[in-house]
């Protein structure tokens, strides 16, 4: 019996559909989450999720964002999340060149512009990792049944 | 019969509204474009948010579990976030939501205080007398969450501070092109009865459990419940914004549509009169050149 797991960020669905297994960031760890599971209402962190249907593996960056599990429904609220087949290695570049050059002038820690360039900072890493491990093993551009 | 030259000047005036009008309509028309494709972009976060609260007000135990969803036993002091626009000439859009307004809460038995976003939603609340507790007008043409979030963070404080027992939202719902709906929505305390729009109820049979929170109960739902209100009334303002332009859309061409009406009948007395004028003309010069001939 499969679940059904909706991805939503903060401005498009980015994934729904009928799978096998969800694995998801939370704050406390890592957190797999198959049919029947017990009701979850949790906070992710920047990370990887991993949808899993059959043989048929999707991998989505996630910045952070909250996970709500019913038995037979895995909602995942993001504050963005984009497939692994969807991310501008370009751009996830240019902003890590960004955020290091600005890191590099030394702004004094927990200031605005310090928290806001090292977020920048972890979330391009994670974005250009993830899309240089799942690109070379053959992951699809696009997650299935989605438009662009 | 009407003076030719008057029927004239009238024509141009009128001639003149529809160009106005056509303008208008063809501004509101890009406007409502855009606006849509904000609220379907918006649409799925907000709805799958608004479900999640529905979970968590759905639970069993949901008393005692947060402030937010902890319904008063008494209820004095309500609070209406009245979501209208800036600018007239919109059809019946303003006179629609505030007819739903007044059916929902003129006999409401509590103090009602009103939150007003929109200018003209205020102004008729003012000249009607009724509470207002804060407005925010002239908001930008499109706005974002950051925007608009003070209004439901203001909303969610005088929750907390028990100045209130409860929070509704009174928007209009944009349906299509040609349907808006003014629709009300209990926004705080969370509870079951909130939802409108019935959705969803199949998997309500499923609960019997509460839920596990990750990591701690308190800070999950200090951080989403504040957060997803805040975002319901974001929502709201653009389903309002999309419906209001829709309205102006639709008037205006109804305008455009009546003034090239008028226009229409005018020219056809215009040509009467001009034509009755002549006549006349002639007549005189026939009857002229008859007393001529009798008189030689």
């Known amino acids: 019996m499969p679940i059904r797991c909706e991805i939503i960020s903060q401005d498009r669905l980015v994934f729904e559909g009928e799978v096998d297994i969800v694995v998801a960031p939370s704050t406390m760890g890592e957190v797999g989450i198959l049919p029947n599971h017990a009701h979850l209402l949790a906070t992710l962190e920047l990370g990887r999720i991993k949808v899993r249907r059959g043989d048929e593996e999707d991998v989505f960056a ?87 | 019969m009407a003076n030719a030259r008057e029927v004239e000047q009238r024509i141009k005036s009128v001639k003149n509204i529809a160009q106005v009008t056509r303008a208008l309509q063809a501004v509101s028309a890009s406007k409502v474009k855009k606006t849509i494709q904000v609220l379907e972009r918006t649409r799925p976060y907000s709805t799958k948010a608004w479900r999640v609260l529905q979970h968590i007000a759905n639970q069993p135990q949901s008393e005692g579990l947060h402030p937010l969803l902890e319904q008063p036993p008494v209820v004095e002091n309500v609070i209406v976030v009245l979501i209208s626009g800036d600018r007239g000439l919109a059809g019946a859009y303003y006179s629609n939501i505030m007819r739903f307004l007044q ?47 003070a209004i439901g963070r203001l909303a969610v404080e005088e929750f907390l501070d028990h100045n209130i027992d409860e929070v509704y939202l009174v928007y209009t719902d944009f349906i299509n092109m040609i349907a808006q709906t003014p629709v009300i929505k209990k926004l705080l305390p969370l509870t079951k009865e909130g939802e409108e729009r019935v959705s969803d109820f199949e998997e309500e049979r499923n609960f019997s459990t509460e839920y596990i929170y990750e990591p701690g109960q308190e800070e999950i739902l200090d951080n989403i419940i504040p957060r997803f209100t805040a975002l319901q009334v974001f929502h709201a303002i653009l389903e309002s914004l999309a419906s209001e332009h829709a309205a102006r859309m639709v008037a205006m061409k109804n305008a455009t549509d009546n003034a090239t009406d008028l226009a229409g009948s005018l020219q056809l007395e215009y040509n009467k009169a001009r034509q009755q004028a002549i006549t006349n003309e002639l007549l005189d010069i026939a009857g002229g050149a008859e007393a001529l001939e009798q008189s030689l």
Request: charged residues 30%.
């Open chain 1, 62 to 148: 996630v910045t952070g964002g909250i996970i709500e599990v019913q038995p037979n429904l895995v909602t995942i609220l993001a504050d963005a999340a984009e497939h692994v087949g969807e991310i501008d290695i370009k751009r996830a570049q240019e902003a890590r060149q960004r955020a290091e050059k600005i890191l590099a002038e030394g702004p004094p820690p927990d200031t605005d512009t310090y928290l806001k360039m090292e977020a920048a900072l972890r979330r391009s890493n994670l974005r250009l990792k993830l899309a240089d491990q799942y690109r070379k093993r053959g992951q699809r551009a696009r997650p299935p049944g989605m438009g662009s």
């Open chain 2, 103 to 149: 059916v929902k809460f003129d006999e409401h038995p509590a103090g009602i205080r009103y939150i007003t976003v929109g200018s003209k939603g205020r102004d008729i609340l003012v000249r009607l007398g009724k509470d207002i507790l804060a407005e925010f007008s002239n908001l930008p043409a499109d706005p974002s969450y950051v925007d608009v979030s």
